[in-house]
Structure formats: structure tokens, C-alpha cells
């Protein structure tokens, strides 16, 4: 069963995943509702983007703060004030204590730029090109006290091309990106994702058999 579910989108740069989920919401592709994106850097261009589709902003500065339990407090209060049920961080570039992770319990979720549990933390593009993988991708993930070791929702698996740069891959993963989380995100809304332990069950999910995928491909 489907409800618009509120979202609370956290944010510090681009906003191009925020984008992914108001083009989604604006689509029928997402039943939620976005009740209020907050950014700490009041230069985000995301904030821009909210503000084209008439979506309350807050600029919440983390240096303004004497500590990060008294920032994720305050983040905290205000998405409680906009009755959020499910917080989204689409490039939100701040970790989180867990005064915020246990506020939102299993209701936070993140996007990361690579295959988890593959390249956690920052400039994962870079790290998994220097590795040499001939996969990387994103996946979305629930949030937990461990940085980006949260049950996993969703992923989608790219190819690394031998003349990758940083920016290509990380523009061949964005476009995942944009695919898979507002997915995630509507899953959730239709009630279909369990917490079980480390795992997310998820109901009626179809199973993609002699679905692999291979690179190099075997021929040619
Ligand atoms: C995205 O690639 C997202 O996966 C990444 O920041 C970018 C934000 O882009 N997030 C992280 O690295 C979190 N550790 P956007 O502002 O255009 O959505």
C-alpha cells in the first residue's frame, strides 16, 4: 500500500539527486511529499533547485555549532517540526552522530557513489578507477551508527571503461543514481522494506535470473 510518505532532503551541493526525486514525485513515479530540504553550505546549488519548485529550504551551517551533537540536534528539532518520517541524504556531506541516527531509526537513508561494502568514505570514483575494478556503481542504503555501513536497499552496477576519468565514471554512476533512488524511496513508501538484522528484506521482489553481467564481455 502506497501513502505520500514526508521526506526531509538533507543536502550541501548540486542537489541532482534532490532533482531525481522532485522529477519523481512530480511524475506519479513517487508517492511522497518533500516537506522541507535543509543544506548546511548556503551556497548548494540544490537550494536553487528546491526553490524552483516551491519547496520550503532551511540553511542550517554546521560552524556555527559548538559540537556535531548540538548541530544534529538542531537538524533533528527541525525536521520533527516539519513532521518528516523519512530523512533522505542526497549529497549530504556531514556524518552523523548518533543523536540523529537514532532519532530517525531506520528512517534515514543515503546514496553512495560505489558498490558497497566496496569504497566507503569520500572520492570512491578515484578509489575504485586506482583499484582497477571492472564494476563500480551507487547504492542506497539505510543510515546507522557505521559510515555507509547501513542495511543495503538498493544498487546498480556499472561498467569501468579503460579510459575512465574520475568525471566520466562518476557521471556514468550519477545517472544510476537518479535511477535508483527515487526506487528506494518509493519502495519504502509502499511498505515493502523489512530491516532484518544486516539485511533488507523487501516483499514481492522479483528474482533476474541468467541476469549477469560480464566485463570485458566474453565475446569480441
Ligand atoms: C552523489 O554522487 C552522491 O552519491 C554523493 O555525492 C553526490 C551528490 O550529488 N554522496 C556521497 O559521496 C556521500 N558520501 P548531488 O548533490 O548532485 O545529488
Do not use: W
Not at 558497497?116 to 582497477?132: D, N, S, T
Amino acid at each position: 500500500m502506497s501513502r505520500q510518505v514526508p521526506l526531509g532532503v538533507l543536502i550541501s551541493g548540486s542537489g541532482s539527486n534532490l532533482q531525481a526525486i522532485m522529477d519523481a514525485i512530480k511524475e506519479k513515479r513517487l508517492d511522497a511529499v518533500i516537506r522541507i530540504v535543509i543544506s548546511n553550505r548556503d551556497d548548494a546549488y540544490g537550494l536553487v533547485r528546491a526553490r524552483n519548485h516551491n519547496l520550503p529550504t532551511e540553511i542550517v551551517d554546521h560552524r556555527k555549532f559548538p559540537a556535531r551533537e548540538a548541530y544534529d540536534q538542531a537538524l533533528v528539532d527541525l525536521l520533527k517540526t516539519h513532521d518528516v518520517e523519512l530523512v533522505v541524504l542526497a549529497g549530504f556531506m556531514r556524518l552523523l552522530s548518533p543523536v540523529f541516527v537514532r532519532a530517525f531509526s531506520n528512517r534515514i537513508m543515503n546514496i553512495h557513489p560505489a558498490l558497497l561494502p566496496a569504497f566507503p568514505g569520500l572520492h570512491v570514483q578515484r578509489k575504485a578507477l586506482e583499484y582497477g575494478v571492472r564494476f563500480s556503481g551507487c547504492t542506497v542504503h539505510f543510515v546507522n551508527e557505521e559510515c555507509d555501513q547501513g542495511p543495503i536497499i538498493i544498487q546498480a552496477a556499472v561498467p569501468v571503461f579503460p579510459d575512465d576519468t574520475e568525471e566520466s565514471l562518476s557521471a556514468r554512476i550519477l545517472k544510476e543514481e537518479h535511477r535508483i533512488y527515487p526506487r528506494a524511496i518509493q519502495l519504502y513508501s509502499e511498505g515493502r522494506l523489512h530491516v532484518v538484522g544486516r539485511r533488507v528484506l523487501i516483499d514481492d521482489l522479483e528474482k533476474l535470473e541468467d541476469q549477469a553481467l560480464v566485463y570485458p564481455p566474453l565475446k569480441g
